[in-house]
């Protein structure tokens, strides 16, 4: 959330207001504002993604590991280092990581455009 | 009349108040005064992106706001252009992008055809596909200009639009604005805190100081003529002195200013001996004469002596004592004539002030000026 609020305050307000001479409020806020904040807002996205990664203990509590409904990644090694399956276990993990990797990857080459475009 | 722009607001902002009104017509207004006078705040209330506590705004005929009626046009159905200091093109769009951002509405051949008309016009043709970030400081600020007019809007308003280019830029893009100016027959309102692009631009001068207009009239006439002792100070008039009236014939009055005795000739305004007045004289309104005779015509005529200088490049500053009684003058003159006069080498010159020069205004303390300390 922060990471996206942010993306909308570092757009200029005098670059919002000469906008809305020409235009009205939707199209400034379609047309302007989402364009400028539209980094801030992938990299929310993808550091929420990251996140909800490592989620454990309050999925387990919510929405308890049933298969094909609500068991996620780390809800299935923990189920499989239960039942005894490591092989499933190490290969979701390293799963897991590539992901982390290539979300992290991702996020570097979104936030250093943000900034160059600053 | 058409390009009519009338102006009427009360508009409380935390500590200031702008409490300002003025009417105007096409050609240059130049709205000046000190940051925090209220200008930005005027043009912001224009366009809409400020809302005046009270008053009524209205160009062309066309009521923008209006407190009582209940009238408050949204910014983008106002009809004017804005263009502002820094740069605000889009920055995900190309050129055509930008200027084509506030006519999205009209047919694809309708807005090619005045894409091409106004790239023509500032001079970049070629740049349609090149994004803002790859253009100059003055290229940007000719697509704002050109953005601001696609929507054939025939109230232009520019807030210190040229302030964050280099100087010689800034020279060049002055001038086209005045070939703008003629060409298009646009009202203009120019924010500026700068005096020397104040007197280029203007027809017309807005003085603004504390979030009121003190003075609006031609520009010559604001120059010359100040209202008050404040528009003088504001407007760099540098010889303002504190005199009296100790007789009047005809056109023709005569001020004690400091003991020296001077005629002014103060049109359209009527004084009594013994009134008490700020006499204000323009610098470069001061002449140097070699020879120490007393003028033969009407013209006042001081010895002084140069008791301080400063050297401008294109001007020079003088600082000069009157040998008898009187003030001290400043006196500016352009670098060509000081060195024919040989100043360097002298300290003694006739000073030679035409009566037309010396402006009176009663007193600020008893002349009601308001805003003066």
Redesign the interface.
Known sequence: MRTAQAGFEQI?P??L?????????A?VFW??AI??AWPSLVAAALIAFARSLGEFGATIIVAASIPGETRTVPAAIYDATQAGDTALAHTLALLTLAIGVVILAALAIVLGRRQG?G | MEGLLSFQAETRLGAFTLDASFETGPGITVLFGHSGSGKSMTLKSIAGLLRPGRGRIVFDGRVLFDSTAGVELPPHHRAIGLVTQGNTLLPHLDVRGNIEFGIRHLGRAERAARTASLLRMFGLEGFERRKPRSLSGGQQQRVAIARALARQTRLLLLDEPFSALDDSLRNAMRRELLRLRSELGLTILFVTHDLREAHFLADRVAVFDGGRVLQLGPREEVFRRPASRRVGELTGVSNIWEGSVVAVDGESVTVDVQGAMLRALPAGRAFAAGERVDVMVRAERVNLRRDMQASASRRNTLPAAIVAEFAYGSSHVLQMQPEGPGPRIEVEIAARPYEVLGIPERRLFNLEIDPADIHLVPASAAGGGGTMS
Not at chain 1, 19 to 25: D, E, H, I, Q, Y
């Open positions: 200029d005098e670059l207001d000469v906008s809305a001479t020409m235009a009205g409020r199209r047309e302007v364009p400028l475009n």
